[in-house]
């Protein structure tokens, strides 16, 4: 979840790798660090914290120099602190090292090291890779970087520097994401390409098991065998500026305002002259193979799958199971070559969901990536992969990452209807119309925010509430409540509709908020006794439903409207307000929406 930032060229070191940590500080912002080649010497500063407190300790420190690396943290082994912190070195100040993964065989190794003579300063299991390498180093640092990744058990991406290798940097990668930089007379490593947005958009994305080795005017890459290698150059589509704020007070208010853009370009990257195409990532002897649908992910990429679920049965009529990434590995699944299994991640580098894949794809099934970045692990290892059109999503909680998911599954879903002659013609071209209407009601959603503040005025002050929802809506509801404890530390349950009555009901007390999602008009009776049983016992309901909904308005404290709009595509809009609620609510209590406590964008640990 770390993240990782190297530079070698004609420019200052410093300069270059603090920018970069500044755009990958939502992967982990525990402690940030560097260490760059000064006058023959290695120098590390490295501080507990924000990243601006290392920018604020370097303030008056000359580092000036034309290599360096970098690192920003999210804790896994040993507490947040200075000496936890990266980059770690060797003893003798030789050789430094920022890593990206978990080393698991770290004990037995440092115990190894100890034997041997070496001391350790931090709790972490990086220090241990500086020591190897260390202890393996006879003057070629190359060599001595791949006879220690030989004895590395885990995840790992990794950058290393040494001090007689002035004009070289060193990385490697194994599950944990890594891209190279290539600029002119200067080039770059980093764990994401916001990082080095700024300088290129030309970037190879590493391969598992790669090596590279970076000079300012040359790169080489080897494969796990050490065979020299040529990656495929990849440019990057979106640029810096997309990358930051542009004006607003933070990303996630400016990610959620970019909705409308991101939920249609994900439409017309799949719609051609009306008709929906997903011929590239299935064959239409692939569909009729098909007799089971896996959906596997985790946190709001498994909420976008259970939205999947729902619409697969609701307009394709197909089986589908979906399943949390950590868990799908240890349930022993039921998988042949008869079943297409979905895997779903932003980033494309979810470990958990890579392990769930690779799982998958061994016992025969066809694995389908949905995923957000071009070249990012997931999308390589799978048998074929979806883009979402969202851009870069910056901050930590998830919003148009999410909604354009929905859209993929939605777009799936009567594509796979189609194929199978259960929708024709005209009515997917009925359904298609609506969906090209979802942007404009999602940008009306966004006007009206007034009723969305007063919500969240009432919640800022709450420790505890409930969402619930009945059928698609109990999965909006998961969504919304997870939103609500990531970025406000408000603990939330969402439930069915009807089953909060089978005992959570017993901690409803006066003013106990609930928010309740009611779109789904076959429900509507039932979630509106639902509301009626819980109002009897003193809940405070805050209802998000259509602007036609007179019972919701009526039973509800609270209501916050939505467009009206088929009930399969509903959910689309219903989540919008549930977003800002929870950005409004954050805000109100001071926190730091972007970076929430505990929490990093991209999850590259098991």
Not at 128 to 152: M, P, Q, R
Not at 335 to 354: H, K, M, R, W, Y
Request: net charge negative.
């Amino acid at each position: 979840m770390c993240g990782i930032v190297g530079y070698i060229g004609k420019g200052d070191a410093k300069s270059v790798v603090l920018q970069g940590l500044e755009k990958l500080e939502y992967r982990g912002y525990d402690s940030a660090g560097i260490a760059v080649i000064k006058d023959s010497k290695i120098r590390v500063e490295k501080k507990k914290g924000k990243l601006v407190n290392l920018v604020d300790h370097l303030e008056n420190i000359d580092l000036k120099s034309h290599i360096g690396i970098g690192h920003t943290r999210w804790a896994t082994h040993g507490e947040p602190s200075d000496r936890n912190s990266h980059p770690h070195y060797s003893e003798d100040m030789s050789i430094a090292v920022v890593h990206n993964g978990i080393i698991e065989n770290y004990s037995s190794l440092k115990e190894e090291l100890i034997n041997k003579g070496y001391k350790f300063t931090s709790d972490t299991d990086t220090e241990v890779v500086a020591h190897l390498i260390h202890s393996v180093y006879k003057g070629d640092i190359f060599k001595a970087v791949t006879e220690t990744v030989k004895k590395l058990r885990g995840s790992y991406a990794l950058g290393i520097i040494h001090k007689d290798f002035q004009n070289e940097i060193i990385c490697t990668r194994k599950d944990s994401p890594l891209v190279i930089g290539i600029g002119e007379g200067e080039n770059f490593i980093a764990s994401d390409v916001p990082a080095i947005l700024k300088y290129t958009k030309n970037v190879y994305f590493l391969e598992d098991g790669d090596f590279a080795r970076l000079k300012k005017d040359s790169i080489e890459i080897f494969d796990k065998a050490l065979n020299s290698v040529k990656r495929e150059i990849k440019v990057i589509e979106w640029d810096y500026e997309q990358a930051t704020k542009g004006g607003y007070p933070h990303f996630m208010i400016k990610e959620i305002f970019e909705q409308p853009k991101s939920i249609e370009e994900t439409l017309n990257r799949r719609i051609h002259d009306g008709i929906i195409d997903f011929s590239d990532v299935l064959s239409d002897e692939e569909i009729k193979q098909f007799n089971m649908i896996h959906i596997v992910a985790c946190g709001t990429a498994f909420h976008a799958g259970l939205q999947g679920q729902y619409a697969l049965r609701e307009l394709a009529r197909t089986n589908s199971f979906v399943q949390i990434a950590s868990e799908y590995r240890y349930m022993n699944p039921f998988v042949d070559e008869n079943t297409l299994a979905i895997f779903v991640s932003q980033s494309g580098e979810t470990l958990d969901t890579l392990a769930a894949l690779k799982e998958a794809k061994s016992r025969g099934a066809k694995t389908l990536a949905i995923t957000n970045v071009v070249g990012s692990t997931i999308s390589r290892e799978a048998d074929s992969t979806i883009y979402t059109m969202a851009g870069p999503e910056i901050a930590v909680a998830s919003t148009k990452a999410y909604t354009t998911q929905v859209i993929i599954f939605q777009l799936l879903s009567i594509y796979l209807g189609e194929k199978k002659g259960l929708i024709k013609k005209d009515k997917a071209a009925q359904l298609i119309a609506s969906l090209y209407k979802v942007p404009e009601k999602v940008r009306k959603t966004l006007e009206n925010t007034d009723m969305i503040k007063t919500v969240a005025n009432f919640m800022k002050d709450k420790h505890n509430g409930f969402y619930i929802g009945r059928g698609v809506d109990f999965a909006t509801a998961l969504e919304g409540s997870l939103k609500m404890k990531e970025i406000t530390y408000i603990h939330t349950e969402a439930f069915p509709a009807g089953e909060l009555k089978h005992g959570s009901i017993a901690l409803i007390e006066p003013g106990t908020p609930v928010v309740v999602v009611a779109m789904q008009s076959n429900l509507l009776e039932k979630t509106i006794s639902n509301i009626k049983e819980l109002k009897a016992r003193g809940a405070h309901i805050t209802t998000i439903s259509k602007n036609s909904c007179k019972e919701a308005i009526e039973a509800s404290d609270e209501f916050i409207g939505v467009e009206d709009i088929e009930d399969v595509f509903s959910v689309l809009l219903a989540v919008i307000p549930l977003q800002l609620l929870s950005y409004y609510t954050s805000v109100q209590k001071g926190i730091d929406v972007d970076k929430p406590r505990n929490l990093a964008k991209s999850v590259t640990v098991e």
